[in-house]
């Protein structure tokens, strides 16, 4: 698990009439400005050009895929010839050497210590907090009141990473990771699609915004390195994800066991928040906008909750049993998945769809195209939890639904996030119906998850 040095193949040099069609470019700059306009609406363009598509984003060579089967190719068959592109560089000035940013050897080392922190008879023991924490959220709601729901998302699945991963759960303490945590969430979208040039050069002077950033960053690092010092001095053993970390044992490069250094531990834990937190509150923020806007699914929504679960508060074992809320959420994350959009950079030479990908393109598979697809998904614009039959299921081609991606790569806390998604759905829905302020019009702002523009205004009812 050493930090390696990265070298990315350079952009291939290619003979245009090779490649696969794509919209009409423009001479130097090619598609480069509509794509950073309308990033969804190009690639929803591009995609009527077929399952593979040229995008002439400069300075990459970027392909589209647009078919499932093309996606499975990426993240399972060709897995070992993908790997992270140049923009991870820019996640790693927050999270370091992790899964998320590792590639290779490294990523799969990562993955096989960090994946049993994961498996069910762990991630079991949050479920209670997860609901505790969203029935007090529940509690502090008035009847009438306009709240932005995704603000109240993000508060609540904030509250619950802070404590699954650090303990920690003093308002004090969760505002102050939270919002050194936003200002560098906020820097990286900032800078992630920038040009690698320009923005390592904004990166490292001393403008403003980077210096207030790198100010963000120290303050996160001093929080958990100082959390990390008290536990390892501690002999009380606690049950979130940092002890564990600590606990857990690496093989090394020579056969032997070590445990995490401090910045190992640090990196991870800093990534599991960064990939855990926003995602889950941007999903639980769009179901609720399409369970506002469709009534009569509210209403049978709030129907299961009341024959299943009643007044009591509800519990993992209530959670197999709330069939239309799963649906719900099925169909929530596929018409907007709030990772919208992942990409791989080719490192070795590969054929796809008949077509020769040479080492240092781009590959880029949108969620949010595949899984609105007409060719899989009947009316794909409509929210149809009732689509998800078994047997629709059974008849739909892997990976025209993939939410949580796939392959060795997929989302580690997939789990993680639909017992929570549900347990905070099943209790917030128990006292309240949602109702969308008609005057906010719905925008999705594709940023590195998938976030309503202007938020989420909404207007609380409480059930009778
Ligand atoms: C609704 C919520 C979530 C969605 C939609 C989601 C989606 C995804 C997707 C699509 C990927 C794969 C990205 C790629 O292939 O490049 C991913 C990876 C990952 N997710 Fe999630 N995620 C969610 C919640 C979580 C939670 C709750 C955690 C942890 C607490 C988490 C941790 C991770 C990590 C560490 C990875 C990297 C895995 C690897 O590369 O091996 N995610 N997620």
């Not at 790198?214 to 009380?236: G, H, M, T, V, W």
């Not at 993992?316 to 169909?331: G, K, S």
Request: proline residues 8%; glycine residues 6%; contains cysteine.
């Amino acid at each position: 698990m050493t930090a390696r040095t990265v070298t990315y193949p350079s952009r291939p040099a290619v003979d245009r009439s090779a490649l696969p069609p794509g919209p009409p470019e423009l001479p130097i700059i090619g598609q480069t400005l509509r794509y950073l306009r309308d990033p969804i609406g190009f690639m929803q363009e591009a995609a009527t050009y077929g399952d593979l598509v040229t995008m002439s984003v400069k300075p990459a060579l970027l392909y589209l895929v647009n078919h499932p089967d093309l996606v499975r190719d990426i993240v399972v068959t060709h897995h070992r010839r993908v790997g992270r592109g140049p923009n991870t560089e820019v996640l790693k000035w927050v999270m370091g050497n992790s899964l998320v940013t590792a590639s290779g050897a490294d990523h799969l080392q990562q993955r096989r210590l960090i994946q049993p922190q994961f498996h069910r008879s762990r991630i079991d023991g949050y479920g209670a907090m997860m609901q505790q924490y969203a029935a007090q959220h529940r509690n502090a709601w008035a009847d009438g009141q306009r709240v932005d729901m995704a603000r109240e998302m993000g508060a609540l699945t904030l509250r619950i990473v802070v404590k699954t991963l650090f303990g920690l759960d003093l308002p004090h303490d969760v505002r102050r990771i939270g919002a050194a945590f936003e200002l560098s969430n906020n820097y990286l979208v900032a800078r992630v699609n920038q040009p690698p040039r320009l923005r390592n050069f904004l990166h490292r002077f001393p403008f403003p915004y980077s210096l207030r950033f790198k100010r963000a960053r120290a303050r996160l690092d001093r929080i958990i390195y100082n959390l990390i010092a008290e536990r390892r001095q501690s002999a009380n053993r606690a049950d979130d994800l940092l002890s564990l970390l600590l606990a857990a044992r690496f093989e090394d490069d020579d056969g032997g066991e070590r445990p995490l250094t401090d910045r190992q531990v640090r990196d991870q834990t800093i990534t599991l928040f960064a990939a855990g937190h926003e995602t889950t509150a941007v999903s639980l923020t769009w179901t609720w906008y399409l369970l506002s806007v469709h009534p009569e699914i509210q209403t049978r929504f709030h129907q299961e909750l009341d024959d299943v679960i009643g007044g009591r508060p509800p519990t993992l074992a209530d959670l197999p049993n709330l069939a239309l809320t799963d649906r719900i959420l099925t169909e929530s994350l596929r018409l907007y998945p709030s990772i919208w959009f992942w990409s791989r950079m080719a490192f070795q030479p590969f054929s796809l769809g008949g077509y020769d990908i040479p080492s240092g393109a781009l590959l880029a598979a949108p969620q949010l195209i595949v899984q609105r697809d007409p060719r899989w998904f009947d009316q794909p614009l409509e929210f149809r939890p009732d689509r998800w039959t078994p047997e629709f299921r059974q008849s739909l081609p892997p990976y025209a639904y993939y939410p949580f991606g796939g392959g060795p790569r997929r989302c580690i806390g997939d789990g993680f996030a639909w017992m929570e998604a549900k347990l905070i759905l099943a209790t917030l829905g128990q006292r309240w119906r949602m109702r969308h302020d008609p005057r906010h019009q719905i925008k999705m702002l594709p940023l590195i998850s998938l976030r309503p523009q202007g938020g989420m205004p909404m207007y609380l009812e409480r059930r009778r």
